[in-house]
């Protein structure tokens, strides 16, 4: 069972930045990925930022440019650097690892930017 627990959320404005931080705790073989998913009001969640056990990226569209996803395979950990943020970034950011054939989330956090 693998537990990812998420830190750094918080409250920003617009055009600020944050890091959002996601350890995976656990009996843990081998993390194939691990990434980023988000989740506001009234929508489904949507991919953020995944990256591979040998560092392929892949970003939303709307996050390209904004927003770097690094992980250090040795501690189990992802990270989601996040600048130029926009109010419609606002949501709660879910952390995502995924353990062949198991997918794991976090308890997420919450990014609120204001106008």
């Known amino acids: 069972q693998v537990h990812p627990v998420e830190s750094g959320g918080g409250l920003v404005q617009a055009g600020g930045s944050l890091r959002l931080s996601c350890v995976a705790s656990g009996t843990i073989f081998s993390i194939n990925y691990m990434g980023w998913y988000r989740q506001a009001p009234g929508k489904q969640r949507e991919l953020v930022a995944t990256i591979g056990s040998g560092g392929s990226t892949n970003y939303a569209d709307s996050v390209k440019g904004r927003v770097t996803i690094s992980r250090d395979n040795a501690k189990n950990t992802v990270s989601l650097k996040m600048d130029r943020l926009k109010p419609a970034d606002s949501a709660v950011y879910y952390c995502?690892?995924?353990?062949?054939?198991?997918?794991?989330w976090g308890q997420g956090t919450q990014v609120t930017v204001s106008s």
């Open positions: 995502w690892v995924r353990v062949h054939p198991v997918d794991c």
